[in-house]
């Protein structure tokens, strides 16, 4: 495709709302911050001198960098290769303003208190030499030295100091990523997907209210609180069964225009927390969408449904609907409806190599329906938004129907509480109150909103489907006292390996996920195991959770993109954590440390996603936990070659030793992924044992219930996405009935 081509099709820009004013850091803080990222991402420069701007490496070095930039595909304009090895964290406005988001927007207080002491102490003499050996303020050292000590505190034996490293690093590696003006044009990754052309997206009509000082009043049938693959599901359900139905999310919409966005804004338009959440002791990072359509608009077209020993797990807890004819009919009823099919996909290289490689190793490989509406969807960039319409999640399928039928929808709308009464004994929902944002006078978000006003929906029935790190919050604000409430929380933990090949594969083209292996599901005989998958390989959401080792290392690291691939070790966790409200702001706050059983089942699955990029011929194999050398094949795989490079089998005594060091140290000291979270407002046969009935209204009241991933039993073992949608669909449908028995009553 033309560049000029590319450039008429490029999406529109999507500005982000206004930095929070305030001082969240001092400037003698902000000063030691941006020393730190200047060390995780340096100016790079040939020289044997010492300096505090510039980290200096041997001239061999530099130019072994610069020649292995000049092989890559793409062939940017002169210099831009230069500046590429001199761009450094302080260099790029984006950085800072991205910090200064996270701390006024999305960190917790103990954790702001907690990076300024760090900061603060590495300022003075006496500090700075309790935590890095030396006297001189951490921003006057050399940049060399300022690298030593980060890579020091990776290996300490103080936790602290461990945390700190990955999260200073984790830090700079996600900002650098999604905000570097010459990464993406020097691997030659485009700003948009080069196949397939821009989509036309059904036009929403959003209500408005005007200023005014009291409250807004509405009433409705019923309020769904949430747009996402349960509230699409149940809005559409509700409206065709001709009820009043307004559905609220607190997200706002952007068309196909605006699709996909770049890195840096798609994390704080449509993700929780700006991208990323990590759990209290860092040890896992929480990717949750927050969009209109949810989790919907962002995820990756897989579309599998519950798998039998969950379904029967399930029943075995009193559940019986879920071995019933009735939950087959509803999963097979949205997957008809978003046209759920293996058919019509051209696998990406990132997919082949996965199937190929499980394939040489007997490894059981199936496709990976895809919600395409039986069309072939070759684009990878569907995290940020899918700019083709043709991904059938709930903004292009399920809440258009909700529309034609009659549902109402407010954007920018902040659920504060439920509303309940005292009806003859009982403890009745009757609406929601919450406070909406209207957009700006230009009709976006990047400015202050025209109105803010309270407003309250009165309605027959309220259905929360704000997902599993929600819901449960918006239960507690209520006051609700369920223990149950915000704990049984199922992450589905990932590790991933990185490998790359001698030919170039362009991970970032073709769809995302359409191959599964699953010979590893069920380890422990009780259905808890791995699935290894592909993943996405767009930067900002592959680079950072690899370790960093080095600041010329990670650059030259992200450059081998083009030759690249990434698998991942998908767990299904048996143990569990909770969600709770931060104390301070009330945000959501996740407590939850993969457990050792789950962490070995991780790993087994690790180790078979390095096995299969080595029977593919893999030159280099990298993996996420910190400490691990990558894996580099001596001799090039050819045919009938034997001596080191038997792409056949995994004979190599070398390749066996890595794995075999990296099964004994383990991966308690990996970061892991999340991309589904499940089971927070359980569903169950008794109040004591979950949040949910069989029928998902809430424990103890009438007329609430909750519809979305936060209702299952317990993990899926697969993309939540069906099994939140049948699950809403029989659930909505039972609201449907019971509103109309009600009708033919009165």
């Avoid at 490894?363 to 043709?390: D, F, I, M, R, W």
């Avoid at 070790?569 to 009330?586: E, K």
């Amino acid at each position: 495709m033309a560049i000029q081509e590319l450039r008429l099709l490029a999406p529109l820009e999507s500005p982000l709302p206004p930095l929070a004013t305030g001082e969240f850091l001092t400037e003698s803080q902000w000063t030691t911050l941006m020393a730190i990222g200047d060390a995780i991402i340096p100016f790079v420069a040939a020289s044997s001198a010492s300096s505090t701007t510039k980290l200096s490496v041997e001239a061999s070095d530099y130019n072994a960098a610069v020649d292995t930039l000049k092989k890559l595909p793409a062939k940017p304009q002169a210099g831009l290769r230069q500046k590429y090895l001199e761009e450094n964290a302080s260099s790029i406005p984006g950085i800072r303003e991205a910090i200064q988001r996270l701390l006024s927007d999305y960190m917790p207080e103990d954790a702001r208190k907690g990076l300024r002491v760090i900061l603060s102490t590495l300022d003075t003499r006496a500090g700075c030499f309790l935590a890095t050996g030396y006297s001189t303020s951490f921003h006057l050292q050399p940049v060399s030295v300022r690298q030593q000590i980060l890579q020091s505190w990776a290996h300490s034996y103080l936790p602290p100091l461990r945390k700190a490293a990955k999260s200073f690093s984790g830090l700079f590696a996600s900002t650098w990523t999604r905000q570097s003006p010459t990464l993406g044009l020097v691997i030659g990754y485009p700003r948009a997907p080069v196949h397939g052309r821009p989509g036309k997206g059904f036009d929403y009509s959003f209500i408005q209210f005007p200023p005014g000082t009291g409250p807004e009043v509405v009433e409705t049938d019923v309020v769904i609180v949430g747009s996402g693959c349960g509230g699409g599901v149940c809005a559409k359900n509700l409206a065709e069964a001709g009820n009043r139905v307004i559905v609220v999310e607190k997200a706002y919409h952007f068309p196909t225009e605006h699709l996909p966005m770049t890195e840096a804004n798609a994390a704080v338009h449509l993700f929780m927390n700006g991208g990323m959440i990590q759990t209290d002791d860092a040890s896992a990072a929480i990717i949750a969408g927050q969009a209109f359509g949810g989790g919907g608009t962002v995820n990756w077209s897989a579309s599998l449904q519950t798998q039998r020993y969950v379904r029967e797990e399930w029943a075995d807890e009193g559940l019986k609907f879920f071995t019933s004819s009735e939950f087959q009919t509803s999963l097979d009823r949205v997957c008809c409806r978003m046209g759920v099919s293996p058919d019509h996909v051209e696998p990406s290289k990132n997919n082949q190599l996965l199937h190929e490689g499980a394939r040489k190793l007997g490894y059981s490989v199936k496709p990976v329906p895809q919600n395409t509406g039986g069309k072939n969807h070759y684009c990878g960039y569907c995290t940020l938004g899918c700019g083709l319409a043709e991904k059938q999640g709930p903004v292009v399928s399920f809440l258009p129907d909700a529309e034609k039928a009659g549902a109402k929808f407010i954007e920018g709308f902040d659920a504060e509480t439920v509303i309940f009464e005292n009806i003859n004994g009982k403890k009745v929902a009757t609406g929601v109150k919450g406070l909406w944002k209207s957009r700006d006078s230009n009709g976006g978000v990047s400015g202050p909103s025209k109105t803010t006003r309270e407003v309250i929906i009165k309605a027959k029935r309220v259905i929360v489907s704000c997902g599993s790190l929600q819901s449960p919050l918006l239960l507690l604000r209520s006051g609700l006292k369920n223990s149950q409430i915000g704990r049984n929380l199922h992450i589905h933990p990932v590790s991933l390996i990185g490998a790359t090949y001698p030919e170039v594969t362009n991970p970032w083209e073709g769809p995302i996920l359409t191959t599964v292996v699953d010979d590893f599901q069920n380890l422990d005989g009780h259905g808890h195991g791995a699935k290894i998958e592909a993943t996405t390989m767009l930067p900002a959401w592959f680079f950072p959770f690899f370790a960093w080792t080095g600041g010329l290392d990670f650059k030259m690291f992200c450059a081998k993109l083009p030759y690249m691939s990434g698998h991942i070790s998908l767990t299904r966790d048996r143990d569990t954590g909770r969600v709770y409200p931060d104390p301070v702001s009330g945000r959501c706050r996740i407590s939850y440390t993969p457990s050792a059983l789950d962490r070995a089942h991780c790993l087994e699955g690790l180790l078979a996603c390095a096995r299969i990029a080595y029977v593919n011929g893999a030159s280099e194999i990298f993996v996420t936990p910190a400490g691990f050398r990558p894996f580099v094949r001596e001799v090039e795989p050819e045919r009938g070659n034997d001596e080191g490079g038997d792409i056949g089998g995994v004979n190599d005594v070398k390749f066996e030793a890595w794995l075999a060091e990296i099964k004994k140290q383990g991966i308690n000291e990996a970061t892991l992924g999340s991309a589904h979270q499940m089971g927070t407002c359980r569903m169950a046969v008794s109040e004591a044992k979950g949040v949910v009935d069989p029928t998902g209204k809430v424990w103890g009241t009438e007329g609430l219930y909750v519809a979305d991933a936060s209702v299952f039993p317990s993990a899926s073992g697969v993309n939540p996405m069906v099994t939140n949608m049948g699950i809403s669909d029989w659930i909505s449908r039972g609201v449907a009935r019971g509103l109309k028995t009600e009708a033919t009553k009165s």
